[in-house]
DNA sequence: ATCCTCTTGTAGCGATTGCTACATGATGTA
DNA sequence: TACATCATGTAGCAATCGCTACAAGAGGAT
């Protein structure tokens, strides 16, 4: 492997690190630079541009949220759809996942004006959630199973939000009740 | 009322529009200026700073979906958590009040990582929304009011993130399934 | 007529943005 | 040993950012 593709792996690994503690906002070309230990000057030298490098850290980024989802819930368990939601709401108010989603938020509120890479590579992570839910749901007979998955992958994103605009509190007794209902 | 004062009501409309169209991103001091029909100098003249402009348009965006909101569903009905949230999930994906979530996604991306005064306003915002839901919100009982009203929020506003990131489709099929388990 | 405050325009400051031109050493390869 | 490709640093470009200094007309109060 070639010392550029060495510093591309380098690069993305520490980029992610600094994305997920500074958010898209704190991420200019020198900024990143900086974080990654390199020149900016460099930067453009492994990556084309800027896109290409925030597209290679959403996809490390991706991979990372999907190892730590599996390991909480392995994709051979068949859950109900209260039961799946109200772990998988469990999992992503977890002070330690929270990073995850406050910056998978803001991708898609960047891809939401079309912005670039957003607009792509979060499309290509929601098709991905929606499949991990699919995957181990039993669904309710005689409803949309797909549906189900969507209301399961809507309420547990938008826990996200409740979390970070009304706080911790309100987003933990909004899981208390899932769990409560999933115990039927 | 003093010209200064008028101009403010005046840019601060021109600017919800603007800012609904457009979006965060597209809301320097001189784009925002050319959209209400002024000079950046102008704008702040108005206004103290750019904090001040938003401040003062994300206030009126709120009124604005308060507005609508209440209009779908008057204050003094009692729904069931299904049924509410239900009727909740069909208003906001409505074409017509996508903007209005988009924007406000937006808002609670910068929100989260605290930059002003988006942190402050998505706060206001949002506990305004849980106070919403659940003034028309008939609880299940021996279950925790607030946490069935975060999680109708939950739902509600995720359906946003879905919509956004995975198409139209995907969140109608989630909003037949909320509508079929609330005719229960 | 003389101030004084309100309103507005012109011009620009220093900082940051994404990106690039150019030169130079290092490392092979023929 | 000559040449070519890779790797890296220095310097800077044009554009945009939020914001401000300064001057000047406009209008009312004395």
Do not use: E, F
């Given at each position: 492997m070639s010392p550029r593709d060495e510093q591309r792996e380098r690069v993305v690994e520490a980029l992610t690190a600094h994305l997920l503690r500074t958010?898209?906002?704190?991420?200019?070309l020198r900024q990143l630079a900086a974080a990654a230990g390199v020149s900016d000057r460099m930067l453009l030298y492994y990556f084309a541009d800027k896109a290409e490098v925030l597209a290679q850290v959403m996809a490390r980024l991706a991979g990372s949220m999907s190892a730590r989802l599996n390991a909480a819930i392995p994709d051979d368990v068949r859950l109900p759809p209260a039961t799946l939601a109200a772990r998988a709401a469990r999992i992503v108010i977890d002070p330690e996942f929270l990073p995850y989603m406050r910056l998978w938020l803001e991708v898609v509120a960047a891809a939401g004006r079309g912005e670039p890479p957003f607009a792509q590579i979060s499309g290509q992570v929601m098709q991905g959630f929606l499949q991990w839910i699919e995957q181990r749901l039993s669904p309710v007979a005689g409803l949309s199973a797909p549906g189900q998955a969507a209301g399961i992958l809507a309420l547990v994103d938008g826990l996200t939000l409740v979390e970070i605009g009304a706080g911790h509190e309100p987003a933990v007794r909004a899981v208390e009740v899932l769990e409560a209902l999933a115990q039927d």
């Open positions: 958010g898209l906002s704190q991420a200019s």
